[in-house]
């Protein structure tokens, strides 16, 4: 594992012609791992917005699953979500999110979900393919993982990112071809299970992680979040692996209620 990274400082040139060019100042040190990553979860409070892509692998217990979120889809057994995607949007100051999953290996199963005026929405294709109201916990972080869980990726970012017992840099990286610094995560199982027990009433006790490794990546010239890669193993549900890429920071995204002609009454 890479030591700590300098932060590269602006190269000093000549002030005028003829003149040799001034040195470059020394490199600045890279700020404490945890006051990066904070900073990074500051800017990534005060964007208003941004859209979030990326991949699901692993392979569920759906029972389990169907148990933990509340929602019955009609499967059973250990089933491999190899092909997953994941798209969102996010307005962090509304504290909305309208996402949809899809996974192409378990009979084309899509999940979507809106979090939206304290409340979420939730419609599987293979269902009635009728939205599911259910009203938030008003905690936002717990309103965000009852409502969505996988489907909230600033939840899991926050989550991930709060329950770590060591963040390590590793390096300058790249995402979406902009630079980046990259950390590793190291967060503790019994601090993630003790979380998700708080965050989210009645999850059954069952319920629990056995290990969980990120990565996690900040963009160099904004300072907020780039990406976000975890793996998480579960004794009663499996494993879990989960990559996300964080952009289009600002960009106006419109996340309303369906209509109540799409709702389950």
Excluded: W
Excluded at 139 to 167: H, K, M, N, Q, Y
Excluded at 201 to 221: F, I, K, W
Aim: a negative charge; aromatic letters at 6%.
């Amino acid at each position: 594992m890479a030591g700590l990274v300098a932060v590269a400082c602006l190269v000093g040139i000549a002030a005028c012609s003829g003149a040799a060019a001034t040195p470059s100042p020394s490199p600045s040190p890279t700020p404490d791992p945890q006051t990066f990553v904070g900073r990074s979860l500051s800017n990534l409070e005060a964007s208003g917005t941004f859209h979030v892509e990326g991949s699901i692998t692993g392979s569920i217990d759906m029972a389990e699953a169907s148990r933990l979120s509340g929602f019955s889809i009609g499967l059973s057994g250990r089933l491999d979500l190899r092909g997953g995607t994941i798209k969102a949007d996010v307005d962090v100051a509304r504290q909305a999110t309208h996402a949809v999953l899809a996974f192409p290996s378990i009979f084309g199963l899509t999940i979507d979900v809106i979090v939206v005026d304290g409340a979420s929405y939730t419609k599987i294709n293979l269902t009635s393919g009728l939205y599911t109201k259910r009203l938030l916990d008003p905690t936002a972080i717990a309103g965000a993982l009852s409502g969505g869980g996988l489907a909230d990726p600033e939840a899991l970012l926050r989550l991930v990112l709060g329950t770590a017992a060591t963040i390590t840099p590793t390096g300058p990286t790249s995402v979406a071809g902009r630079q980046a610094y990259g950390f590793d995560v190291t967060a503790s199982a019994d601090a993630v299970n003790g979380a998700l027990q708080s965050f989210v009433p009645g999850l059954p006790s069952g319920v629990s992680a056995d290990t969980v490794e990120a990565e996690y990546a900040v963009y160099a010239d904004t300072l907020l979040p780039a990406s976000l890669d975890v793996s998480v193993t579960s004794s009663s549900l499996g494993s879990l692996g989960v990559q996300l890429t964080f952009g289009d920071y600002g960009r106006p995204v419109t996340i309303s209620a369906p209509p109540a002609n799409e709702i389950e009454p």
